[in-house]
């Protein structure tokens, strides 16, 4: 997020207009956990909610790309959620 906010002060005091959108659900967020939490754009509801055609989808975490640093014994759950139309 600090990132993030970064970019949009930078274009600000370039004189630029702010890339910015009013609610910043498309800012990056993360939780850093073990394994860590990691999210960008809205969630299903929110986006449902705003019209979009949305759709999620729940893998097991063992079925990542990422679960390979964790070995296959990982548990739970990793949540993909594609839309369209905002």
Same mark, same amino acid.
């Given at each position: 997020?600090?990132? &993030?906010?970064?970019?949009?002060?930078?274009?600000?005091?370039?004189?630029?207009?702010?890339?910015?959108?009013?609610?910043?659900?498309?800012?990056?967020?993360?939780?850093?956990?073990?394994?860590?939490? =990691?999210?960008?754009?809205?969630?299903?509801?929110? =986006?449902?909610?705003?019209?979009?055609?949305?759709?999620? &989808?729940?893998?097991?975490?063992?079925?990542? =790309?990422?679960? =390979?640093? &964790?070995?296959?014994?990982?548990?739970?759950?990793?949540?993909?959620?594609?839309?369209?139309?905002?």
């Amino acid at each position: 997020m600090g990132k &993030y906010q970064a970019q949009v002060l930078s274009q600000i005091l370039d004189g630029q207009p702010a890339a910015a959108r009013g609610d910043d659900a498309c800012a990056p967020r993360v939780i850093f956990t073990d394994p860590q939490i =990691a999210a960008v754009g809205l969630t299903l509801q929110p =986006a449902l909610d705003r019209g979009a055609d949305a759709r999620a &989808y729940d893998v097991p975490s063992s079925g990542t =790309a990422g679960a =390979a640093f &964790y070995g296959s014994a990982l548990r739970g759950f990793s949540k993909w959620m594609s839309h369209l139309g905002l």
